[in-house]
């Protein structure tokens, strides 16, 4: 017997500009906004049965039309909003809403933020994703794209060798990744933006101020003291990707090269990934 397993349909890489003029400098919000619908959509699969089946385009359309009134907040509660909309179809069970928040920052001009000039940051991409369901909604949150570097109080040493090991251990490297963070929060009715910038200001200052033996202790450091000084998170996912910085041989022109010039290379790379959670033991 043959039957249709689990499956989701949307609209993906809907891109929205709100600009808020009610305030100075204007509130500019750009999003990269994706929704998957699931539910009882076997009949379109198997029958060709579109009688149930929500266009995508109707999607894109909705996303725009509440913006204009529910973009005024944090990017977690117009996911919500959205979410909750499209559960208002009886054929959906769960409305997923995903959104990446690309952020810009008001031009200075002699020490004062300009009312109407903006400038794109380069300090990592907020996102949210929202699972709005009948019984339950969860809201996940976080960090892609946040490049950090560390150039001392980093090792690597004490790993297994082999005939094709050609690594050199070592107690002091340059250390460079770049962070994708997604913690989950306990409950979905919190202050969104007070907390994600406070859980970012943790991954940022614990990971500056550790001594790192490997990137796998730094996620484990790291998450954990996110989870402690945070209450409102249940569990942390990372992704640190390696981004390598090799010392340049300069022997060969009678320069000693301590740590001081490095090749930056992004392929190959390591990829170190973990998740931090909180023990159901009591």
Do not use: C
Not at 188 to 205: K, N, Q, S
């Amino acid at each position: 017997m043959i039957e249709l397993g689990p499956n989701r349909y949307g609209k993906a890489a809907i891109r929205l500009v709100r600009v808020g003029r009610d305030t100075t400098p204007h509130r500019l919000r750009d999003l990269t906004v994706a929704i998957a619908l699931e539910g009882d959509f076997t009949a379109a699969h198997v029958d060709g049965d579109n009688s149930l089946v929500v266009a995508t385009d109707t999607m894109k359309n909705t996303t725009y039309a509440l913006a204009a009134e529910h973009l005024t907040g944090s990017i977690e509660a117009f996911a919500a909003v959205l979410g909750r909309h499209f559960l208002e179809f009886e054929q959906v069970d769960r409305a997923i809403v995903n959104i990446r928040e690309h952020a810009w920052r008001a031009i200075d001009v002699d020490g004062t933020p300009a009312p109407d000039a903006f400038t794109r940051t380069g300090e990592g991409t907020r996102v949210a994703t929202v699972a709005v369901g009948h019984d339950a909604t969860v809201v996940e949150a976080g960090i892609e794209d946040l490049i950090v570097m560390k150039t001392t109080r980093s090792a690597f040493s004490g790993f297994p060798r082999d005939r094709y090991t050609t690594l050199a251990e070592t107690d002091d490297r340059l250390m460079a990744t770049k962070v994708t963070a997604i913690w989950r929060y306990g409950a979905p009715d919190i202050d969104f933006d007070a907390t994600w910038d406070a859980v970012r200001g943790t991954l940022l200052e614990v990971f500056a101020d550790h001594d790192s033996p490997s990137v796998q202790t730094s996620i484990w450091i790291m998450a954990k003291a996110m989870l402690e000084r945070h209450e409102e998170l249940d569990e942390v996912r990372m992704v640190l990707p390696n981004l390598h910085h090799w010392t340049v041989d300069l022997d060969r022109f009678g320069i000693d090269n301590d740590r001081l010039v490095y090749i930056a290379t992004t392929e190959p790379h390591g990829l170190i990934e973990a998740t931090v959670r909180r023990s159901e033991a009591t």
